[in-house]
C-alpha cells in the first residue's frame, strides 16, 4: 500500500461513526421533511429519506 492510499483510509470505527451520523441526519431530515440531495444514476436528486438505514441508502 503506498503513502497515499493508506492516508485516504479511515479506521474501520471512524467509518462506522460517519455510518451513523449520516443516518442520524438522514432521519432528522426525514423527520422535518426537508429534502437530501445525492447522486442517482451520474445525476443531482433532491429527496425527502424515506427509509434512513446505515450509510447512505435511502
Known amino acids: 500500500m503506498n503513502k497515499q492510499s493508506k492516508e485516504n483510509t479511515l479506521p474501520e470505527s ?4 460517519v455510518k451513523k451520523a449520516v443516518n442520524v441526519a438522514l ?3 426525514k423527520a422535518v421533511g426537508n429534502k437530501v440531495a445525492f ?3 451520474g445525476k443531482i436528486v433532491h429527496e425527502i429519506p424515506s427509509n434512513a438505514k446505515k450509510g447512505l441508502q435511502f
Not at 14 to 17: N, V
Open 39 to 41: 447522486l442517482k444514476n
Open 27 to 29: 432521519l432528522h431530515h
Open 14 to 17: 471512524m467509518t462506522e461513526t
